[in-house]
Structures are given as C-alpha cells and as structure tokens.
DNA sequence: CGTTCGTTTGAGGATATTCAATCCATGTGG
DNA sequence: CCACATGGATTGAATATCCTCAAACGAACG
C-alpha cells in the first residue's frame, strides 16, 4: 500500500462525482490523497443518510478487498485526489496490504458500531461535537492536522451524517460557535480546540 | 463449521450472562443454536445501545476470526445454548470455515450500515417494524422460522435496539396491535404476518 | 447583475421523553 | 394456599427536542 513505486494512477473526482455506485463490481480501492467522500444510502423520498466518511489518508473502501463489490455508492464531498490501487496487485502474495486493508475494514466495523450507539442514544448537540471530535482524531491518525483542525463539510453534509435536519444543525452548530467551541470560515468549520468539544458530548465513554 | 464432528463442546448461558466482556481476548466463536444474544455499549449513565442482535443460528462475533478481540460486551438476552467453535481448529488450513465466517462478518458489516438509515432517518414506527421484518427476514434465512414468527425480546430490549424509550417502545408496539400487525403471547412478541409489517416502514427502499 | 447554493431565522406543530403511577403475571417464602 | 416481592407492561400528563414550512440573506459565479 505504501509502495512509493508511483505505479498507481492518480485520479481526481470533483465534488458530488462518484467514485462508486452502488451494484458495481469494484477492481481497485482509493487512498483519498486530498479531498472527502462519503458512503450513503438514498431514501425514496430523497433524504439521505451517511453511513461513512472518509477523510484524507483513509483507504475507500477496504471491504472491497473481501467482496469486490460496491453495496452503496461512493461520492467526493470536496473535490478528491485519490491514489488507485488494483485489488489484484495485492490480492496474490499474502501481502501486507491485504492486512492493511483488513485492519482498515475492523476500524470501520467499530467505528460503525459506534455511530449506532451515537445515533441511538445522543442527542444532536452530542451527535455533533462526537462528530467534530471523531473527525479531529481522525486526521490526527492520518498526518492531517492543520493548525486548527478544519472541516470542508457543508451543514447539509453534517446534517445527513448525523441524522438530523439542515434546519437544526444550523441552531446547534450556530450555539456552539457563540459558546467559542467552532469558528466558521466562510463555509467551512473550524475547531480550535478539539479536546474541549470532546467534553461535550453527553453521556458518553465506556463500560460494560 | 458445519462439520458434525460433535467435538465442538456445546455450551449454556442463562439469560443475562455474558458470553464476552469488552476487552477480553477470544479464542472461539459461538454458533448459536438456541436463544437470542447481543452487543452492547453502556453509557455512563446507565443508558444500553445494542449495536448487534444474535439471533438462532448465527455466528457470534464472526470478526474474531480476525481480531481475536472483543470491543463489546455480547451477552445473553434469553436463555442460550450454543456450540463453541475454536479459532485455532479453523485458522490454519483456508478452510471453508474461514470463508464461512468473513461472510458473516460483511453481512454484519452491510448490517449496521442499514441501522445506521434507520437510526438516522426512520420514525420511531418505522424503526420498530424495520426490526421486526429484519428479524423475521433473518429468522428465514436460518431456516427457524416456526409459524408464525416470535419474538422473544422485552420492550426494553428493542428500545436498546431502536434507541428510544421503553415506554414510547410501548405505545408504537400497542398501535402496532390495534392494527393487528403484531400479537401478544405472554411477553413474547408474534408478527403474523410479516410481508404486511415490512410494508409499514416509512420511507425505506433503495435508491442512488 | 441575476442565479445558485448554502446559511440563517421565525413560528408552529409533531414526535418522543420524563416522571409517576398502576397493573399484571410469576415466583418465593411462610 | 396465601402474602409479598419482582420484573415487565401499561397509562397519563407535562415537557423537551426536533421537524416543517416559509422566507430572507449572503457569497460566489458566470
């Protein structure tokens, strides 16, 4: 995966273009070099739900390692450079990139798990400032911390995220930016102390 | 898996005992062959989210095959009986059963990603019979679908599946009586007819 | 300069929660 | 065989949270 060999094409998606529609067979995975994309499920009446984010660094969709098919579709939610990595250059030889790629699949698994447990039991504000912190910690595993940590998302975006309206994650995101918790820049959102948003969420650490 | 060898030892929970702590190493799966389980996330204050139901023949937790490791707490919401299956005996040599078990851990995996909609998206009614055709649909599959299909879960329990309250968990399934979707026997659950509760969801089909 | 896309704000209403009781079946000990 | 304790289901009233509808606003873009 790490291979500096530059064989890899490099491909570029703009924003709302798709990496992967749901149905297709899929021969390669992505490393999203720059840009976000998302996983996402369509309802009949238009409403849309996330079930995935991927973030700069992450690999998408490593399970395509395993089914090499596509349950729901891909799309750049920024405009996206991504690195191509055929599944058949790894899948003979028991690589470490396979591994790689599995280890990726667990994180995904979990982090999963733990949306549901968000979803289920947090209330919007506490969705949020989980989603904020999510995000943080993510690029801070990824070598993608800026000073501060922004987020190119649109409150629509974060809305379909965390299941909740555009309407209403404007009120809660406009509360925690007269609280100092966020900025905004233009449309994009910066948190300046993420360690501080963590504390927020309501109702939420281990046990059991 | 399927091998009838009859050395894989069979094993017995009582309801609320755990088959898994979060934390602990695994060595073995578990085949359920009686009784329903799940993983959990308990909140600091006390609150439950389930994030995997086990039903009747299911594998539980197909990811240690990989991981070797319990994120979550499983634990046994009736009475279990269930066959203990040692990793060892299967990781070396690709079996079958390897195969076997990475099916099961994508289906979970495409699971909690439709949890994910319906927590995010669906009403209080349509996530109650978005589970209770779930349940019946995986029942099927199974092959333990008696007729007609029962439910032997508390209120509490689906309200830690579908992230409400116990008492609201009431009022929908009661409205779900009156309109002679579902029965009661005692405290067990009965959807008569299945295809008719599968129509009742709002809003959930495929798309994009 | 008019569109377009995204954000913001208000008012009103639907949905789900909270807090409390009550009910009911089951199981236990006397 | 009955009194009592227990766990779960049920109901009501009041409230909180979030949604819907509608409009206005602002920046970016062609």
Redesign the pocket.
Known sequence: MKSGLGKEPLRRFR??EHLALGGEAQDRVYRLDEGWACRYTLLPDG?RQITALYLPGDVCEPQWVISSKAELSIVALTDVIATEIPLGSIRNASDEGVSELIDALMTNFNRQSDWIVSLGR??????ITALFAEIYSRLQQNGRVRQPCTIP???????DVV????????????EL?RQGLVQ?S????IVPRPDEIDRQQDGMGLAG
């Open positions: 924003r709302h409403r947090r209330s919007a504000n506490g969705r998302l649109t409150q629509q975006d974060i809305a299941g909740l309206t555009p309407v209403h994650v404007n009120r809660v995101v406009s930016r905004f233009g449309k994009t959102i």
